[in-house]
């Protein structure tokens, strides 16, 4: 059965950190490219991350460069978002998702073939 489960997700005051993980079981995970994608009350699925499969090449929306960090283990079939300098527009149910194609921020969310169920990060003070 293939699955995706992302974790990690809480309350944060402005300028905290988060690490969301996302496990993924059923499929040959280091067959695929990994996203992660938010999305905000009354708002579209925005990408904000993305890692290759072969080569681990990452690339992120220009909202959270420099602040977040994508890295995947396929040894363990995991994938990661470390999320630091928080911002209240930060605020959203986070996403990862699956993609056989070449990966990039802002790839739409229809190139996407396996996606988790969402956790949910909010920054407030």
């Known amino acids: 059965q293939v699955q995706l489960v992302e974790s990690g997700g809480g309350s944060v005051q402005p300028g905290g950190s988060l690490r969301l993980s996302c496990v993924a079981s059923?499929?040959?995970?280091?067959?695929?490219?990994v996203g992660w994608f938010r999305q905000a009350p009354g708002k579209e699925r925005e990408g904000v991350s993305c890692?290759?499969?072969?080569?681990?090449?990452?690339n992120y929306a220009d909202s959270v460069k420099g602040r977040f960090h994508i890295s995947r283990d396929n040894a363990k079939n995991m994938a990661y978002l470390q999320m630091d300098s928080l911002k209240p527009e930060d605020t959203a149910v986070y996403y990862c998702?699956?993609?056989?194609?070449?990966?990039?921020?802002?790839?739409?969310?229809?190139?996407?073939?396996?996606w988790g169920q969402g956790t949910q990060v909010t920054v407030s003070s």
């Open positions: 998702a699956l993609t056989a194609v070449s990966c990039s921020a802002s790839l739409p969310p229809y190139e996407y073939d396996y």
């Open positions: 059923g499929f040959p995970f280091d067959y695929y490219a």
């Open positions: 890692i290759s499969s072969r080569d681990g090449s990452t």
